[in-house]
């Protein structure tokens, strides 16, 4: 039973556009800080953006401007809107979940995004 699952990822070519979604079931979903990390082959994970129960949003300099996190409390779902992919942009992509108050976290499985012409 698995709480956060993503979709989405794909293999694209540089200068191109993917949406992540992860859909998540939470109870209380409005209290989670939910973010998008990745991984890449030979690398450490990283945060790429994440977005808290206010909808302010925090983005890694290597995807500002390219990338938007945003969440839809109705449909427990929060996305990932990548422009201007480049190959660096290679990596799998975890969605996560960490409530604001209460010692719960949560992880999905990942999803590949290629990025190569």
């Known amino acids: 039973q698995l709480q956060l699952v993503e979709s989405g990822g794909g293999s694209v070519q540089p200068g191109g556009s993917l949406t992540l979604s992860c859909a998540a079931s939470?109870?209380?979903?409005?209290?989670?800080?939910m973010a998008w990390y990745r991984q890449a082959v030979g690398k450490q994970r990283e945060l790429v953006a994440s977005?808290?129960?206010?909808?302010?949003?925090n983005y890694a300099d290597s995807v500002k401007g390219r990338f938007t996190i945003s969440r839809d409390n109705a449909k427990n779902t929060v996305y990932l809107q990548m422009n201007n992919l480049k190959p660096e942009d290679t990596a799998v992509y975890y969605c996560?979940?960490?409530?604001?108050?209460?010692?719960?976290?949560?992880w999905g499985q990942g999803t590949q995004v290629t990025v190569s012409s």
């Open positions: 977005i808290a129960s206010d909808s302010s949003t």
């Open positions: 996560n979940a960490v409530h604001q108050w209460i010692s719960h976290t949560a």
């Open positions: 939470l109870s209380n979903f409005r209290f989670y800080i």
